[in-house]
């Protein structure tokens, strides 16, 4: 069972910059998606960003422009997945787990804190 450690969140001012990074416990295919979710509170978790092996990159529209995903890797695995995030709003706020899906083997992270002051 491969576990997904997430870490840089953190309280962040409006406009402000955050990175948050995701290293896989063990060996994740290269060409398996890598996903960032996040859930504000009172509401669903949803999708924010996503790159496949390819690095073809989908983001939701509420964060396009302001947030990037990337990962890195050596000799087909996931290194460490990122997501760069700026111009922080307000509505940003949440938990932002990291998720991989391939071929059936589904691994969340267990989530790390964002929170955009006003």
């Known amino acids: 069972q491969v576990q997904l450690m997430e870490s840089g969140g953190g309280l962040v001012q409006t406009g402000g910059s955050l990175r948050l990074s995701c290293v896989p416990s063990?060996?994740?295919?290269?060409?398996?998606?890598m996903s960032w979710y996040r859930q504000a509170p009172g509401k669903e978790r949803e999708l924010v960003a996503r790159?496949?092996?390819?690095?073809?990159?989908?983001?939701?529209d509420s964060v396009k422009g302001r947030f990037t995903i990337s990962r890195d890797g050596v000799r087909n695995t996931v290194n460490t997945v990122y997501l760069q995030m700026n111009d922080l709003k307000p509505e940003d706020t949440g938990i932002y787990y990291c998720?991989?899906?391939?071929?059936?083997?589904?691994?969340w992270g267990q989530g790390t804190q964002v929170t955009v002051s006003s």
């Open positions: 998720r991989s899906y391939y071929r059936g083997r589904d691994y």
């Open positions: 790159v496949d092996g390819l690095s073809t990159r989908d983001y939701a």
């Open positions: 063990g060996r994740i295919s290269g060409i398996a998606p």
